[in-house]
């Protein structure tokens, strides 16, 4: 490991380590923050006893599906957008200020169109991730080279196969930093519904372990997201990494 | 020609926005989803309202502190992240790592350790805020070309002086687009913690509506985040663009 | 311009054509090209040179069917080619367009594999065609770990895998340092030799042209027309050792006369000195 990283994993165990100290010697009130230790032996029994098998299910499940139908949707809504310069115009203003929007601020009135099942959820979680997919596919998009779809043209391929065979490789790069943004904003779009409104899930298991003052639970809890989170954007830069090194351009 | 036609396309967009409302409206009723003229008819009953306006100014209130705190001290954690090579490189992919964890799960550790009050929100609101601004004044920083610095040298400026006839100018476009993503996501802050926990604020109220189920309520407070998020945001990205055109 | 005199089959034919571009807004159309005749006689080597911007490929796109003219008419084997472009004709452009995403083998295969050639036919031209530019060696490379003139190697042995009948070559190593282009010059006659196709090769550069052409047109600033169009008369069999003849001093000599002038005017300055 390099030097920096070295120091890098030292200040994370120095932070942990401080944090474990301040609790045990009572600098942090026990019903403020329970020892990283203890958080960590309680999630390993929680894990072990099943018992949150049935809210990681319904969560990841929720936030698989939205992120899916993100990816291919804003993908394919995307190259229409593209293709057509005017409606591109008209929409770049739009999509230049909708992540400005807190746009989770209409997940109460999906519920109410809806009710209380997963497709509120599934729906902000789209109303999330997707657009980030739609930009980055106009980025890509925009960044491929024209003498490409000149070779397109000599090798005479329909539009279909052109986007698919063609542009969808070209912008690649750019695609991959779109479903990174995708997962991500998805993954935090379905756990904040469920923390604010939802009838099971991981987001609601927390609020609820807040609600009965259980803190043992609710830091296991977000130890659990933590840690997952972290290694799902570790995952996605490796791949992003291996991926870029190949081609020889930077990662976005 | 062009401009006009812009324009159009844009009206046109919002009339179609429109005209989907209007749709779903006559599909679920008025129950789940009022119509347009119905929810502007309840908006310009409710904005002028000292209901409205005592939990808007609550929002803004909080929403101000965590905003100077954000910019303060993601600020200041980039321009050292930017200026001391080693801190940046061992940093970096923490604040990375910290920026994509979903913030909403640390929220009950913020209320545990600042209570239900206006400081939670503040805490929560900057919480959200630091790390877009002081990962991109840190990418800033070390964006400028070195080139730059040997021309202070040669035209041996002092310290004071590279620093705000170099660096300022230098880096001020990257950093007014960090300042743009903090002022959103710190907005998105302060309102999850008035929606999860609280009494007061927009936030509140839309909650507090939806468990009502006064959906013109929540439809207009909801409009109303919609309008002043896209107006600051749009003011905050012009400033960038003609900051960009400069360089 | 070209002599009724000199035989051969014509190949492809330009007649009357122009381009105009229409100016963006507030803007003058540009005038681009011509207008041009030009015909290529089957299995030719003709070279275009002229000043930058004079409208080269513009008129390269024009013949491969990538742009339609403003007037005139292009056919290639005796069909009209309209907005697409016509089976047989192969092109490698001006900038770099291997895929980044392919491996050297995959990009030369990819024409073969989309016309659903069989695996073992695809695997036996790919591999020829790499062996023929001397890329055998980096066929599981990605083009990032390529030189720019190997990853021009790697759209030429895309194009020759699809055996076209005629090549168009727009500036092909316009990168390369001066020797490296003269034996990169070696292996487009190798290619040509080879596949007897007719070959129309772009370059800016005199004395590659004057090398390996039979014909040269010479392009005037633009609107690019062809001023000059000198005949070589050098044998099939040949290669870059042609330099030191006298013959090939002449030519270049020639082609340099009429390009001088048009040259300083490309360039802007046209007080610049005598033309
Ligand atoms: N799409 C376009 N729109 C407007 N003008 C164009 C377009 N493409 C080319 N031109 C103009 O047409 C002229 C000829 O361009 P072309 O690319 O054919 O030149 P060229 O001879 O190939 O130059 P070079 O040697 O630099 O490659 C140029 O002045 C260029 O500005
Ligand atoms: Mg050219």
């Not at chain 1, 090798?155 to 698919?164: F, K, Q, S, Y």
Request: net charge positive; proline share 5%; with cysteine.
């Amino acid at each position: 490991m390099s030097r920096v990283g070295v120091i890098r994993l030292i200040v994370v165990i120095a932070a942990i380590g401080l944090l474990e100290l301040a609790c045990r010697l009572g600098f942090i009130d026990y019903r403020t923050i329970i020892p990283p230790s203890e958080m960590t032996t309680v999630l390993v029994r929680l894990l072990a006893s099943g018992e949150l098998n049935s809210d990681i299910a319904r969560t990841f499940g929720v936030v698989v599906i939205a992120v899916a139908i993100s990816i291919v949707l804003g993908f394919a809504l995307g190259l229409l957008i593209h293709a057509v310069p005017r409606v591109r115009r008209a929409l770049d203003p739009l999509l230049a200020t909708y992540y400005a929007v807190p746009i989770f601020i209409f997940y109460p009135v999906m519920v109410a169109i809806f009710g209380l099942s997963i497709i509120p959820i599934v729906l902000i979680g789209i109303a999330a991730a997707a657009v980030a997919m739609i930009i980055a596919t106009l980025n890509g998009l925009d960044r491929v080279p024209r003498v490409l779809t000149k070779v397109a043209r000599v090798h005479r391929m329909g539009p279909l196969d052109t986007a698919l065979r063609l542009k969808l490789p070209a912008a690649a790069p750019h695609l991959f930093t779109g479903v990174k943004l995708a997962v991500s904003y998805g993954f935090i779009a379905v756990i904040a519904s469920e923390f604010i409104l939802a009838p099971a899930g991981l987001g609601r298991a927390i609020a609820d372990a807040y609600s009965d003052f259980n803190n043992r639970k609710m830091y296991a809890l977000i130890l659990l997201l933590l840690v997952f989170a972290t290694c799902m954007n570790m995952a996605l830069h490796a791949w992003d990494l291996r991926w870029s090194a190949r081609r020889g351009v930077r990662p976005q | 020609m062009i401009a006009t036609q812009r324009v159009t396309d844009s009206l046109i967009i919002v009339a179609i926005l429109l005209a989907v409302w209007q749709g779903l409206n006559l599909m679920v009723g008025d129950t789940a989803l009022p119509g347009p003229a119905a929810t502007l008819a309840y908006l310009a009953h409710l904005v002028p309202s000292a209901r409205f306006a005592e939990n808007a100014l609550a929002t803004l209130a909080a929403f101000t502190y965590a905003l100077v705190i954000a910019y303060g001290l993601g600020l200041a954690i980039g321009v050292w992240l930017g200026a001391h090579h080693l801190s940046g490189a061992v940093g970096e992919p923490l604040l990375v790592a910290l920026y994509s964890i979903p913030k909403i799960t640390l929220y009950p550790v913020i209320l545990l350790i600042f209570g239900l009050g206006i400081s939670g929100k503040v805490a929560f609101g900057a919480l959200h805020g630091i790390l877009p601004v002081a990962l991109l004044t840190m990418s800033a920083i070390r964006n400028i070309p070195p080139v730059y610095l040997k021309v202070a040298r040669t035209l041996h400026l002092s310290k004071w002086q590279t620093i705000f006839a170099v660096f300022f100018p230098a880096t001020l476009p990257e950093v007014v687009a960090g300042l743009r993503i903090g002022f959103t996501v710190t907005l998105l802050g302060v309102l999850l913690a008035e929606m999860f926990a609280s009494k007061r604020g927009l936030g509140f109220l839309i909650i507090n509506a939806m468990s009502l189920a006064q959906s013109e309520e929540m439809l207009t407070v909801a409009i109303m985040l919609f309008v002043f998020a896209v107006l600051a945001n749009s003011l905050l990205l012009w400033m960038e663009h003609r900051l960009h055109r400069r360089n | 311009m070209t002599g009724p005199d000199s035989g051969g089959e014509v190949h492809a034919r330009l007649l009357g054509v122009t381009r105009i571009f229409p100016g963006a807004t507030g803007q003058q159309p540009v005038h681009a090209l011509g207008p041009v005749d030009l015909e290529l006689r089957r299995g030719e080597f003709f070279a275009v040179v002229g000043p930058s911007g004079c409208g080269k490929s513009t008129l390269l796109e024009i013949l491969a069917g990538l742009q339609s003219p403003t007037s005139g008419t292009v056919t290639f084997e005796g069909q009209p080619v309209t907005a697409d472009v016509p089976d047989g004709i192969g092109v490698v452009f001006q900038e770099d367009a291997s895929f980044p995403w392919l491996t050297v083998w995959d990009n030369a295969a990819f024409g073969l594999r989309r016309a659903g050639a069989p695996e073992a036919e695809v695997s036996r031209s790919v591999n020829d065609a790499l062996a023929f530019m001397g890329l055998q060696d980096f066929a599981r490379a990605y083009p990032s770990q390529l030189s720019g003139g190997m990853r021009q190697r790697v759209c030429i042995a895309r194009t020759l895998v699809l055996q076209p009948r005629l090549i168009l070559l727009d500036e092909p190593f316009g990168a390369l340092d001066a020797q490296t282009r003269l034996l990169m010059g070696d292996e487009v006659l190798r290619l040509w030799r080879r596949t007897s196709a007719t070959v129309l090769l772009i370059t800016h550069a005199l004395d590659e042209a004057a090398m390996l052409s039979d014909r040269i047109g010479a392009m005037s600033a633009r609107p690019g027309r062809f001023m000059d169009i000198v005949e070589t008369r050098w044998p099939r069999e040949r290669d870059s050792t042609i330099v030191s003849e006298t013959s090939f001093g002449e030519i270049t000599g020639r082609l340099w006369e009429n390009l001088r002038g048009e040259s300083i005017k490309s360039l802007g300055h046209s007080g610049a000195g005598p033309a």
